[in-house]
């Protein structure tokens, strides 16, 4: 490695060095194909007076290399639309190749679960055979796409991490901002709307929705996952930023928008009516054809929506952002001034419940949200993506959702409100940032952010932004059983069993339902409050669960019979749960009950625990016991009532 005096007082960077361990990391992609060919350079070794940017602002655009990071392109490519944002990532007024006071050092800034981060770096950069390697800009002699992409990859773990990834998370990570991506094939949106006033949408008409004003204020960038028949040099999985919109109308009078795309290959790649010399730009007075292919610089290509619509599988969209910080709303056009986040967890054991199908769905973390006027909402839920530490691998990202529901009463049941349907949701994916958009109506809203799988443990990141004044708080979770002077809670197990063709009959949807095993409850104290938590543990293996659930019917006064068909249970744990223990926590008005509980699907057998903790009334009496005249110890004795 050099050293500092080697380079005559020049910074190197101790914590990404310029060898193989910042270039790979777990070998798993064709880059280690070039072990042992990478040599590192200062700008001015490649090449005389080096810049940061160009004279020529075409020229600035990134240019892709051996690294399979279109995606990160694609992001840089939107910073030079904003200037505000490429100063906030690349603060200005750094020293350059020929101040007096340049030391080879570069400072960055990204945008990480929150907050913006530095990242520092020296500017010895990988070639191969005295050339850059991977990204650079169109002009050889500018240097600030390959300087960021070191300070990404630094942030990453190398330069191997960078190898495929999503236009949505460099999007956030340049801006702040939120992205989301849309199907152009007729999917339709993961966000699950409940309210009778939103529709579903199917994705590959929402793009053609946008005015051309946001299309220009927006991220925007295409991928396909396969090799398209218009671009057949392209393999899966590119991605290419869309640079301009444009409604242009024929010669016989017809609208057409055509759409400039840019490859970061370099190359344009296109083999449509609207590629250089294709028919299509005869339909267009030969003034505007030469207006518009004389904007297209190297890479660059046109084509018209119908095209794109047919080429590319998939489109991300990034909001574009004010220079205060305020997101503007895709949809409307409106300024988003309010916004709020918080950052919690999923604890395996305390808080990571899991998703709706289980009955530990209710300890995942809560928050209120508060809506103080009729408003646009955008709701976004980011799980922690990138390493803390460049050592360590990156997380494994988790399914995660979002739920909103729309809490009418200041006291509510929160078990019957999960039972309920939501306001409205996105299912659960395997992203880092899943997002919500909607209108809210002046109220409170509890909103639970999920994984799928119930245990799975991570970091989150809540964020709301709406063009109404709101608030964000942690709904604080209620505190456990407690023993008090005015009453204690006693346990109580009973076993049983399903029993194939006796009594295994299956959930409420099944008319076997009343064959399942009975077990009777009485309760003597209803003091206010949660007064009984009833479990229902299945004895199977993991590997092996039954679905189970169990309701709970208040036994008419008089009556010994009780036909679970023709009666409503007054308490219910379910959806039924592919899980080892079910609950429900839950306040019952002293008096006789009985406790089916049941497999979702009859005639399937296995052993069961149910237990019963209850309280019940004890009164306390204090004694004072002096010891001494130094010490006096106050005990509380229960005497059973």
Not at 373 to 389: A, K
Request: hydrophobic letters at 35%; one cysteine or more; a negative charge.
């Amino acid at each position: 490695m050099e050293t500092e005096s080697e380079h005559h007082g020049m910074f190197v960077d101790p914590d990404f060095p310029a060898d193989d361990s910042s270039l790979f990391c777990d070998y798993a992609t064709p880059l280690p194909k070039l072990l042992g060919d990478v040599t590192w350079l200062r700008p001015q070794e490649i090449c005389k007076q080096p810049q940061l940017f160009p004279d020529d602002p075409v020229e600035a655009h990134p240019k892709q290399g051996i690294l399979g990071d279109c995606w990160l392109l694609c992001a840089c490519s939107m910073l030079l639309k904003n200037q505000h944002l490429l100063n906030k990532v690349f603060p200005p007024e750094q020293p350059l190749w020929g101040d007096h006071v340049y030391r080879g050092e570069f400072r960055f800034q990204f945008w990480q679960n929150g907050h913006w981060i530095e990242v520092r770096v020296d500017d010895r950069l990988p070639c191969i055979n005295d050339t850059l390697c991977f990204s650079r800009c169109q002009s050889p002699r500018a240097f600030w796409v390959a300087l960021l992409e070191k300070a990404y990859a630094k942030l990453c773990g190398s330069y191997e991490r960078l190898w495929a990834g999503q236009v949505c998370e460099a999007v956030v990570d340049l801006s702040g901002s939120i992205a989301v991506r849309w199907s152009l094939k007729g999917a339709e949106s993961p966000q699950q709307p409940k309210d009778s006033q939103t529709q579903h949408t199917p994705n590959g008409t929402r793009l053609s929705e946008l005015s051309l004003e946001l299309k220009e204020r927006c991220a925007i960038s295409c991928c396909v996952h396969s090799a398209p028949t218009g671009i057949p040099e392209l393999g899966q999985f590119h991605a290419m930023g869309v640079m301009e919109w444009t409604n242009m109308t024929t010669t016989s009078g017809e609208q057409v928008e055509l759409i400039r795309i840019r490859n970061p290959w370099g190359r344009r790649s296109w083999a449509g009516v609207w590629r250089e010399g294709g028919s299509g730009w005869a339909s267009l007075e030969p003034s505007c054809s030469q207006a518009l292919l004389g904007r297209t610089a190297e890479g660059e290509f046109w084509m018209d929506e119908t095209e794109f619509q047919q080429e590319f599988d998939e489109v991300t969209v990034g909001y574009p952002i004010s220079d205060a910080g305020h997101l503007q709303s895709i949809y409307t056009g409106s300024y988003l001034t309010h916004s709020h986040q918080i950052g919690s967890h999923w604890v395996k054991g305390h808080s990571a419940g899991g998703c709706r199908n289980n009955s530990t769905f209710s300890i995942n973390p809560k928050f209120w949200l508060k809506a103080c006027e009729s408003g646009e909402v955008l709701l976004s839920l980011l799980q922690y993506g990138h390493p803390e530490s460049p050592a360590e691998p990156p997380p494994h990202l988790q399914a995660i959702a979002l739920h909103v529901w729309k809490v009418e009463k200041k006291h509510f049941n929160l078990m019957r409100m999960l039972n309920k349907p939501p306001l409205v949701s996105h299912t659960h994916a395997y992203d880092r940032e899943v997002v919500v958009h909607t209108h809210l109506n002046p109220g409170f809203y509890l909103l639970v952010p999920s994984t799928f799988l119930q245990g799975a443990e991570g970091r989150f990141l809540l964020r709301v932004s709406s063009s109404c004044s709101t608030s964000l708080s942690v709904m604080k979770s209620p505190p456990p059983l407690q023993h008090c002077s005015e009453g204690e809670w006693e346990t109580i197990s009973s076993h049983g069993c399903w029993s194939i063709g006796s009594t295994a009959g299956g959930s409420r949807n099944f008319s076997t339902h009343g064959l399942n095993p009975r077990i009777p409850l009485t309760l003597t104290y209803d003091p206010g409050g949660n007064n009984v938590k009833v479990t229902l543990c299945q004895n199977r293996p993991e590997n092996s669960l039954h679905a189970i659930g169990f309701h709970i019917y208040k036994v008419p006064d008089g009556d010994s019979l009780l036909t679970p068909c023709a009666m409503s249970p007054v308490v219910s744990c379910v959806p039924h749960a592919h899980s080892q223990e079910v609950s429900v926590f839950c306040r019952l008005q002293s008096g006789e009950y009985v406790v089916i509980p049941s497999t979702y699907q009859p005639e399937l057998s296995a052993h069961f625990t149910l237990t019963f903790t209850r309280r019940i009334h004890r009164k306390a009496m204090q004694s004072q016991e002096l010891l001494g005249h130094v010490v006096q110890e106050v005990s509380c004795v229960s005497v059973m009532r």
